[in-house]
């Protein structure tokens, strides 16, 4: 009996190893094929995640937390309007999942469970990891940063959704730098498979863990990044995006031959200027001007995406960019 209980403890101690430290979780039907393992390394630190913003990124990071994760989630705005179209987009992705057969419905009644919301920030105060999903703006989030900071737990960690701004100087803006990380996820959040975890100067090895358990327990594959403007994949995608708006901006080519072509000619699944409409011009436009002036000349944005976004044209979202929806 000795020797088969020492073997149980032996196996239960390697697989829980082996979850720390594999960066990916293979998925079916949206579930974590490991989900189990991987939850439960991650909640002996997590029992509550917190997520700042119902805009269409925290929503999409609020779902995962809850179906895939299986975490009690509470998200904050300070704007009942956008909690309340948050919690309908909610809906929508669940009944979505629900009528192509990637969950059951009673799944998708006890994610929808697990998701609460509230529209003051001290009612954060119980999470025990918070994620902020709000605009590119370095001034909000230092403030968020600060609030947060003031309500949250000590033990709590904030993270950053921030696609270009440096972590380092968001975590300035707090008490407990070294409980500070960037967590950038991909757009569509609950289709895509990817979030670069970005430490800063001061964020912790236990900080950095800790983020990469949750990230794994939420089904999506890490890439680590150091805190430089952009991180890995906007340094890549948004210069790309941006030449295409030269390109456009000077003739060269209509909007439908460059996507086209870049499209079959590159095995992507959109042009870039679709890709653009989808990201949101505002927020192209953001990480552009952190680019530009952090790293200099070579990425200064092409001024008709400045012009789009001074006329209101922001893409999907706001039903007309590059193209019209």
């Known amino acids: 009996m000795l020797y088969t209980a020492n073997m149980i403890r032996l196996f239960n101690t390697m697989i829980s190893q082996i979850g720390c430290h594999m960066n990916k979780c293979y998925t079916t ?36 937390g809850a179906k895939v994760a299986q975490l009690p989630v509470k998200i904050f705005d300070s704007n009942p309007e956008q909690i309340k179209k948050g919690l309908k987009f909610v809906d929508e992705l669940i009944g979505k999942d629900v009528s192509k057969d990637r969950i059951t419905e009673e799944e998708g009644n006890s994610t929808k469970k697990r998701i609460t919301t509230v529209t003051d920030i001290s009612e954060l105060s119980d999470v025990d990891f918070v994620i902020e999903a709000v605009s590119e703006n370095v001034d909000l989030k230092r403030k968020i940063f600060e609030n947060l900071d003031k309500v949250l737990n000590k033990k709590s960690i904030l993270a950053t959704n921030t696609s270009s701004i440096s972590i380092t100087k968001i975590a300035a803006a707090t008490k407990r730098p070294e409980k500070v990380i960037g967590m950038h996820f991909m757009n569509p959040v609950p289709v895509m498979k990817l979030v ?29 990044s150091q805190d430089v403007p952009g991180f890995i994949a906007n340094r890549l995608l948004m210069p790309y995006i941006n030449e295409a708006i030269i390109v456009l901006e000077q003739g060269i080519a209509t909007r439908e031959d460059i996507d086209t072509t870049m499209k079959l000619g590159t095995n992507t699944p959109m042009g870039p200027l679709t890709l653009a409409d989808f990201i949101g011009l505002d927020t192209c436009l953001a990480i552009m001007k952190v680019l530009h002036n952090e790293l200099g000349e070579k990425y200064r944005p092409a001024i008709l995406l400045q012009k789009y976004v001074d006329a209101g044209l922001l893409g999907k979202k706001k039903g007309e960019g590059f193209y019209k929806y």
């Open 29 to 64: 039907n949206g579930v974590g094929l490991f989900r189990s393992c991987f939850h439960s390394s991650a909640v002996t630190q997590i029992k509550q995640l917190g997520v700042v913003g119902a805009g269409q990124m925290g929503i999409g990071i609020a779902l995962v």
């Open 196 to 224: 670069e975890i970005i430490p800063g100067l001061t964020t912790s090895d236990e900080t950095l863990n800790i983020t990469k358990k949750l990230a794994t327990s939420m089904g999506k594959t890490c890439t680590q």
